[in-house]
T-cell receptor, first 118, second 110 residues
Framework: DARVTQTPRHKVTEMGQEVTMRCQPILGHNTVFWYRQTMMQGLELLAYFRNRAPLDDSGMPKDRFSAEMPDATLATLKIQPSEPRDSAVYFC????????????????FGQGTRLTVV | KNEVEQSPQNLTAQEGEFITINCSYSVGISALHWLQQHPGGGIVSLFMLSSGKKKHGRLIATINIQEKHSSLHITASHPRDSAVYICAVRAETSGSRLTFGEGTQLTVNP
């Protein structure tokens, strides 16, 4: 049963600490997205990768957030230093894009990482 | 005005009722997604549409590209359908970026 796996599911940390969230996309998918969901902003795109290369990270605060794909089976989202306003649920999603940037599959979402920064 | 608007924001129905959730958007799109978010927080992709209509079990999604409008229908609704339903569009000019509606909270009472 192919699925996107995110770890950890829950994270509570103190302000100023580094937080790393991990995502294992579905095998064979070439596009990985990071989304953040808050009550105030709803779902918003932070960054996405195609074939491990970052295509768009304009939604991400550059001073403290970084996203990488060390290999095709792992995407990471790091916050350093974390702040209380970063508290949210962070979703990873993966999909397969084959032709001219048009999606060939639906986006498959992970269960999310609920981050609380105190 | 948001690029993607959903209506209604909240919907309460009795089990068995036919449900319709609407989504209007203001940009040219390459695809439209309907997502379901359960009370536990997990998000499931229900449909991806670029034209016409798709059906999966009791769920039907339609899209009218000319009118920039999509609807999600649930036939014979059930309490387990209670969730937030989110419309998201992939604008023609935005690559793979999705723009989300605010969601519709559906509650189906037994």
């Amino acid at each position: 049963d192919a699925r996107v796996t995110q770890t950890p599911r829950h994270k509570v940390t103190e302000m100023g600490q580094e937080v790393t969230m991990r995502c294992q996309p579905i095998l064979g998918h070439n596009t990985v997205f990071w989304y953040r969901q808050t009550m105030m902003q709803g779902l918003e795109l932070l960054a996405y990768f195609r074939n491990r290369a970052p295509l768009d990270d304009s939604g991400m605060p550059k001073d403290r957030f970084s996203a990488e794909m060390p290999d095709a089976t792992l995407a990471t989202l790091k916050i350093q230093p974390s702040e209380p306003r970063d508290s949210a649920v962070y979703f990873c999603a993966s999909g397969l894009v084959r032709f001219l940037g048009r999606p060939s599959t639906e986006a498959f979402f992970g269960q999310g990482t609920r981050l609380t920064v105190v | 005005k948001n690029e993607v608007e959903q209506s209604p924001q909240n919907l309460t129905a009795q089990e068995g009722e036919f449900i319709t959730i609407n989504c209007s958007y203001s940009v040219g799109i390459s695809a439209l997604h309907w997502l379901q978010q359960h009370p536990g927080g997990g998000i499931v992709s229900l449909f991806m549409l670029s034209s016409g209509k798709k059906k999966h079990g009791r769920l039907i999604a339609t899209i009218n590209i000319q009118e920039k409008h999509s609807s999600l229908h649930i036939t014979a609704s059930h309490p387990r359908d209670s969730a937030v339903y989110i419309c998201a569009v992939r604008a023609e000019t935005s690559g793979s970026r999705l723009t989300f509606g605010e969601g519709t909270q559906l509650t189906v009472n037994p």
